[in-house]
């Protein structure tokens, strides 16, 4: 297992430094290996969860290894939707060194659990289900509203850029302030979605697990105030039409909020074990 692990760790930072070259040289055949090598450690990642999770026999969210192992899994897959819907852009350079870094964090922090044994031991089958599609959802959700941050950021320097008139053309592409506002919009569209959904389940989980009685607490709150600032962006847009840089800047609070609601989750977890 630890050969195919920094196999498949050393095989994302070869496609990532592939990627890096093909962007600024604009070289085609590289940008291709690039691709195949983060494509074969997309596949290695797979072995090594269904090979590694399988020998345990546990629940893949029962511990912040298998969390961030999961969350690195989520980010190359998202960078690969981006790459078919926006191709030609820099998430190539941005989420490989993401996902080697979390790979590297899971490490660290192998024996904290997320996941009581008690939970294990009572819940039910749903109970367990429940748990990996909340998870799961509300991790994509975090995910995609921190692509839309990242973009955000982007779409304010290029802004400033451009009105300082400091924004020189030349051998590398630069996106459009029209194509980064688009993509913020859906970034944050598709992770509020994700977000709801994965909200909806930790509340039903929650009422399975304490019985009908769910306590409140900030634990609860702080990813529906994540989802309310998020719903008060896609309301302003529909409503307004608040576009570009007030857009971008909401954007950046909403995932301020969330990387705060995402931190304290985690913190609570670490007190526990």
Sequence with gaps: MDLLFWSLCGTYFVGWVFCCLSYFRVKQQVSVWGRRFLILGFCLQLIFIVTGYGELKTVLFNSLSGLLIFLSLLLILVMFILN????EQIFELIFPPLTIFFLLLSI?????????????????????????????FSMLGYLLF????????????????IKNKTLLLKKVKFPSLGLLDTI???????????????LLLGINLSILTTQGAPKISLRQL???FTWSVYAILLISRSAIGIRGRN????????????????VYEIALLMQQS
């Design 146 to 161: 921190g692509v839309a941050c990242l973009t955000s950021g982007f779409f304010l320097f290029q802004e400033k850029r």
């Design 222 to 224: 702080l990813p529906v």
């Design 108 to 136: 660290l922090i192998a024996d904290q659990p997320v996941v009581t044994q008690e939970f294990l031991e009572r819940s039910t089958l749903m109970g367990r289900s429940l748990l990996v599609v909340h998870g799961s």
């Design 247 to 262: 857009s971008a800047i909401w954007s950046m609070i909403g995932f301020l909020v969330a990387v705060i609601s995402f």
């Design 84 to 87: 078919f819907y926006f191709p």
């Design 184 to 198: 913020i919009f859906k970034m944050v569209v598709a992770g509020f979605l994700f977000l709801t959904v994965g």
